[in-house]
C-alpha cells in the first residue's frame, strides 16, 4: 500500500503560481510513475502530465506544457506539480496518482493508476 496526500493548493489570480506537493508513505520503497490528474465540475478526471520513477521522462498535456512543470525527490517520497501562469480553466480538484506497475515509462489512464491522494483544490480567478 501506498499512501497519498496532496497539499498546496488554494485560491489565486489569473496569472499566478501554485506548487502542489504529493507526499508519499507506507510501502515507501515501492518504485512508481507518479501522475497529476484533475476535476473539475461536471467534468471527468482528466490527465495533466507525469514524471517516472527516476525523473528522467516527463510528459505533459498540451494545455499545461510550458506552464506546468513535474518534479520528484524520491528521498523525500515527495512529487510535486509547479503550476505557473494560471488560468480560470485550470480550476480543478488536483489528484496525484501512484503506477507501481511502471517504472520507467508513464500512463495517461487514470485506470492504469493504483494509488490515488484525497486531491486539493485549486481554484483560479479571473
Known amino acids: 500500500q501506498v499512501q497519498l496526500v496532496e497539499s498546496g493548493g488554494g485560491l489565486v489570480q489569473a496569472g499566478d503560481s501554485l506548487r502542489l506537493s504529493c507526499a508519499a508513505s507506507?510501502?515507501?520503497?515501492?518504485?512508481?510513475?507518479m501522475g497529476w490528474f484533475c476535476q473539475a465540475p461536471g467534468k471527468e478526471r482528466e490527465f495533466v502530465g507525469a514524471?517516472?520513477?527516476?525523473?528522467?521522462?516527463?510528459y505533459y498535456v498540451d494545455s499545461v506544457k510550458g506552464r506546468f512543470t513535474i518534479s520528484r525527490d524520491n528521498a523525500k517520497n515527495t512529487g510535486y506539480l509547479q503550476m505557473n501562469t494560471l488560468k480560470p480553466e485550470d480550476t480543478a480538484v488536483y489528484y496525484c496518482?501512484?503506477?507501481?506497475?511502471?517504472?520507467?515509462?508513464?500512463?495517461?489512464?487514470?485506470?492504469?493508476?493504483?494509488?490515488w491522494g484525497q486531491g486539493t483544490q485549486v481554484t483560479v480567478s479571473s
Open positions: 507506507g510501502r515507501t520503497s515501492s518504485r512508481y510513475t
Open positions: 514524471i517516472n520513477w527516476r525523473g528522467t521522462t516527463t
Open positions: 496518482a501512484a503506477d507501481i506497475n511502471r517504472i520507467n515509462s508513464i500512463g495517461r489512464r487514470a485506470s492504469e493508476y493504483d494509488y
